[in-house]
């Protein structure tokens, strides 16, 4: 027999079914609604916190007083 040439290829097929599709989507609403919900506990806190030290500080005048003090040293 004689040597033939021969070829071999390789095909590559990216097959997604709706169900892959749908648990991607909940997955994506589930992340953003996590990411949603810290960021409004982090907000809640922040306020918290500014009111905690307004109300410490005696007053908004006071605070902001205070607050440039801190910061440029005075």
């Known amino acids: 027999m004689m040597n033939q040439p021969f ?3 390789k095909e590559r097929s990216k097959v997604t079914s709706q169900a892959t599709a749908q ?4 997955v ?6 996590v990411i949603g919900f810290v ?3 982090i907000g ?13 500080s005696g007053g908004p005048l006071a ?12």
């Open 7 to 9: 070829t071999t290829s």
């Open 23 to 26: 648990v991607e989507a909940e």
């Open 63 to 74: 605070f902001v007083k205070g607050w440039f003090g801190a910061v440029l040293g005075l």
């Open 44 to 56: 809640i806190w922040g306020l918290s916190c500014f009111v905690g030290g307004l109300v410490n």
């Open 39 to 41: 960021a409004a506990l």
């Open 28 to 33: 994506s609403k589930v992340g953003v609604g």
